[in-house]
Structure formats: structure tokens, C-alpha cells
């Protein structure tokens, strides 16, 4: 089946620890998303591919980096994680150009800082 | 700019109970709508859309109508069971790649 894969499901690291999770998926699409989400509230994304375009949204910080080496695969890199960047990792994906396209959510990474 | 609103949760339900969540959004343009429900510890899964006004989308028992007069998009179930326990967020796409994400709402269903 076509999918959206995180891993690992899991990620422990140290404060000031840099840590890269990552994404790949299956559906071919053009658009990838990186989201954080905390406590089950909204998603809150950070940054998104078009292709290879990079769009960072205005607040999110330096900390957070990404990377898009191919259609298939996306990294996020967080260079020295704090406390407050405990949260779940959410990646999606879509197709671009019409408003009726969904996006598609892997499973997440929930990440712990120590 | 574009914004969603939900009702406030939690919601606890017997099951069999009527469903209803609200949902209400603000657009500049002519957005698609969706709900999304997430279950403890995993992702979104898209429940159903609406592309434009009138349509319905339905999903496992689930029903929500676009209503552009009302700017609404309620979710609606005649008969929930204790497995739709989960977190739903309603969301819009104005056009392009964002979505905008209501701030969700939660779901008990007690047997």
C-alpha cells in the first residue's frame, strides 16, 4: 500500500543533542510537510517542500532544519534540542495545485528531551 | 486570514449516542474542508472532505455538509461506539499547499 513511513516511531535524545528524524513515502507526491504537535492540540507546521522548494514558516526556529534529498525522502534536523521541542513529529504529504487535494500523515515520531 | 473553529472538548458520549461536532470556518476564498481524526499515539487519517458547497462527505457512519451561508462544516454521527474514542480536527484548504487545522476536539465514547 501506498504510505507515508516516520521513523523511528520513537526518539529519545539529550538536551543540546542534535537529532534527525526522518520521512519517506510511497504516494509520489510533490508537496512534503514537517509539523510539529503538542499535547493533541493542532498540528503546527514548520516548514514544507514543493519539490524541491523549501518554504519555512515565519516562526519557526533556527533550531529546526530540513532537508529533501529526493521526491521520496525528507529530514528534519534539530540542531540542539530543548525541552520545549518534546512533541510528536508529524510528516505529510500532498499534491500541489488544487485546493481539493488531502494531506496524507505518517504515524509520527514522538520525541522525548532528557 | 483563514481560520477554523471547533467546538470546545472534551466530549463524552454513551454509545449509540448522537454525534455532534462543530466546526466553523473563516476563508477568503472558496476552500475545500475536511476532517481528520487521530487516534492515542499515531497520526491523521482524513475521516472525510467537502470540495464545495452542498456537498456532504461521509466516512464510516460519519456526515458533515458544507454549508457556505452558515460557513460550517459540522461533523455528525447517529451512533458512536466506544472505538471512535480519538481527537478530530476540522481543517480547510484555500487554495495551494497549507492547511489551516482547527484546534481539535476530543472524543470518549463510555460503553
Known amino acids: 500500500d501506498a504510505m507515508v513511513i516516520q521513523n523511528p516511531r520513537y526518539q529519545v535524545t539529550q538536551f543540546g543533542k542534535p537529532v534527525t528524524l526522518s520521512c519517506s513515502q510511497t504516494?509520489?507526491?510533490?508537496?512534503m510537510y514537517w509539523y510539529q504537535q503538542k499535547s493533541s492540540q493542532a498540528p503546527k507546521l514548520l516548514f514544507h517542500?514543493?519539490?524541491?522548494?523549501?518554504?519555512n514558516e515565519a516562526d519557526t526556529p533556527d533550531n529546526f532544519q530540513s532537508r529533501r534529498p529526493n521526491t521520496s525522502f525528507c529530514f528534519l534536523d534539530i540542531r540542539s534540542p530543548g525541552l520545549g521541542d518534546a512533541a510528536m513529529y508529524l510528516c505529510a504529504t500532498s499534491t500541489s495545485g488544487s485546493s481539493y487535494n488531502e494531506q496524507f500523515f505518517g504515524p509520527g515520531t514522538r520525541l522525548t528531551v532528557l | 486570514g483563514n481560520s477554523v473553529t471547533q467546538m470546545e472538548g472534551p466530549v463524552t458520549l454513551s454509545e449509540e449516542a448522537f454525534l455532534t461536532i462543530n466546526c466553523t470556518y473563516t476563508?477568503?476564498?472558496?476552500?475545500?474542508l475536511f476532517w481528520y481524526v487521530q487516534y492515542p499515539g499515531e497520526g491523521l487519517q482524513l475521516l472525510l472532505k467537502?470540495?464545495?458547497?452542498?456537498d456532504k462527505g461521509s466516512n464510516k457512519g460519519f456526515e458533515a455538509t458544507y454549508r457556505k451561508e452558515t460557513t460550517s462544516f459540522h461533523l455528525e454521527k447517529g451512533s458512536v461506539q466506544v472505538s471512535d474514542s480519538a481527537v478530530y480536527f476540522c481543517a480547510l484548504n484555500d487554495y495551494g499547499q497549507n492547511f489551516v487545522f482547527g484546534p481539535g476536539t476530543r472524543l470518549s465514547v463510555l460503553p
Open positions: 517542500y514543493y519539490d524541491k522548494d523549501f518554504n
Open positions: 476563508a477568503t476564498g472558496y476552500p475545500s
Open positions: 467537502a470540495t464545495k458547497a452542498d
Open positions: 504516494l509520489n507526491h510533490n508537496v
